[in-house]
């Protein structure tokens, strides 16, 4: 079967509009898959931002209780002091 020029340009004109589309698509896929991961980063910034946070309210309410229990422990041993008297 003999192809003439004309159906070997055309064929080809095909294939040019078929690989030009799928290029045209894995850059838009990129450029979707690009955004999504600069939120994911994002969100695991926050993240990271929101536990340290968390972090630094624990270490001050550990803080604040230590504290409440020595006050707590001074107060029976003053109280017990009284007593003896």
Sequence with gaps: MKTT?????????????????????????????DEVRAMA?????????AQSTANTAMDTANAAKAQ???????IDRMFKKAMYK
């Excluded at 070997?8 to 898959?33: H, R």
């Excluded at 409440?68 to 001074?74: D, F, L, R, V």
């Design 41 to 49: 980063e994002k969100a695991a910034a926050d993240a990271a931002a």
């Design 68 to 74: 409440s229990e020595q006050s707590e422990a001074k």
């Design 5 to 33: 020029p004309v159906k070997a340009l055309l064929i080809l004109a095909a294939s040019g509009l078929v690989f030009g589309c799928a290029t045209t698509q894995q850059k838009e896929l990129q450029s979707q898959l």
